[in-house]
């Protein structure tokens, strides 16, 4: 079913409705044990050819995977969990100094989903470059933040650009096709590092409301970051929709887990699937503090032409599709 407002592959508004009745009753579904694919990056240019099929299978078949030995030290991802950390705990009054505008700046409790109808219970920080103006915390106040947080920014890229190419060899574009449509020196770059704080439950906590609710991501890519004890990720492949059949994917240091999104989905004439994924609160055996996690989003940049090969969807920039997408989905500064 295409979605009617983007004219782009969409999760029918029936199961969208049904995710909403199902979040609404406080139900979360059955959740069945699967296997989550963990494809090794390691020596890549000799194994480009193994590594392009094991990615090309895992996301045809179920649309998540996660990578290893993807190049960037542990050190450097611990130390962007710790900045995320005393980001978000500086004081309301001074994170609002960043309001989120255009996917860059801070927000919190703003993203209402539609499979919930309520605000997801998170706060985020999110780096879009050349958005960024005025969105930066001093030296004095996150001493070498900015720049420590656009290093991480563009490991984050080059990781996502390596997948991408691989998706690329079996679209028969040019292998360099994705690099080029997320070009960070240029002006209408759009991909987005996210800084993520979900918090602990409270007492009393509204009825339905959820960590983060089902949805599906805009993007070509999407890399996240967990922290290993703080979960609550589990993901909906599209052909176990009818039966609600989540499957948690369990934070494991040293992989990033990687899910296609909507943006790759109409690029690749719905070869490569985008499906739902959602942030549970945690049940009274878990872990009960804050969870943290770091998303990276590929996004082509704004001036760039999504094209069918095939026909099927008309062209469209993924400035306009972008805007699209969250228009459609919500009603505040995304």
């Known amino acids: 079913m295409l979605n ?24 979360e579904g059955t959740t069945v044990a699967r296997e989550v694919r963990v494809i090794d990056l390691s020596d890549f240019e000799a194994r480009r050819a193994e590594i392009t099929e094991q990615l090309w299978s895992a ?24 900045r995320s950390a005393a980001f978000f705990a500086q004081a309301e009054t001074t994170k609002a100094q960043w309001p989120l505008a255009r996917n860059a700046g801070w927000e919190s409790r703003a993203q209402i989903r539609p499979s919930t109808g309520k605000a997801d219970l ?54 360099d096709f994705f690099t080029r449509a997320h070009n960070p020196a240029s002006p209408h770059y759009q991909s987005t590092l996210r800084m993520l704080r979900y918090f602990a439950p409270q007492p009393g906590q509204e009825p339905g409301a959820w960590r983060a609710g089902a949805h599906t991501d805009f993007d070509c ?95 469209i920039t993924a400035a306009e599709y972008l805007k699209q997408r969250i228009s459609a989905n919500f009603s505040n500064k995304y």
């Not at 004219?7 to 406080?26: I, V, W």
């Not at 470059?129 to 890229?157: I, V």
């Not at 990720?233 to 994917?249: D, H, I, N, S, Y």
């Not at 934070?251 to 690029?267: A, F, K």
């Open 221 to 315: 890519l999407t890399l996240l970051f967990q922290r290993p004890g703080q979960g609550g990720l589990q993901v909906l492949p599209g052909k176990e929709m009818e039966g609600r059949a989540w499957t948690p994917v369990e934070p494991v240091e040293g992989v990033i887990t990687c899910n296609i999104g909507d943006m790759l989905m109409r690029w690749s004439d719905d070869q490569l699937p985008s499906n739902f994924h959602r942030v549970k609160n945690p049940a009274a055996h878990e872990y009960q503090g804050d969870r943290y996690s770091l998303a990276f989003f590929c996004q082509a940049d704004e001036d760039v032409l999504i094209h069918s090969k095939s026909g099927k969807y008309p062209d």
């Open 59 to 82: 996301a045809v078949e179920i649309g998540f995977f996660q990578v290893s030995h993807h190049g960037i030290a542990q050190a450097d991802i611990d130390a962007a969990f710790a």
């Open 122 to 175: 998170k706060e985020s920080y999110q780096v879009t470059r050349p958005r960024m103006a005025g969105l930066w915390p001093t030296e004095a106040e996150l001493p070498g933040f900015q720049a420590d947080t656009l290093g991480f920014e563009a490991q984050c890229w080059a990781v996502g650009m390596r997948v991408l190419s691989c998706f690329a060899d079996k679209l028969g574009m040019e292998r």
């Open 4 to 27: 009617p407002v983007t004219n782009t592959p969409a999760p029918s508004d029936f199961a969208l409705e049904e995710l909403r009745k199902e979040s609404t009753m406080g139900t």
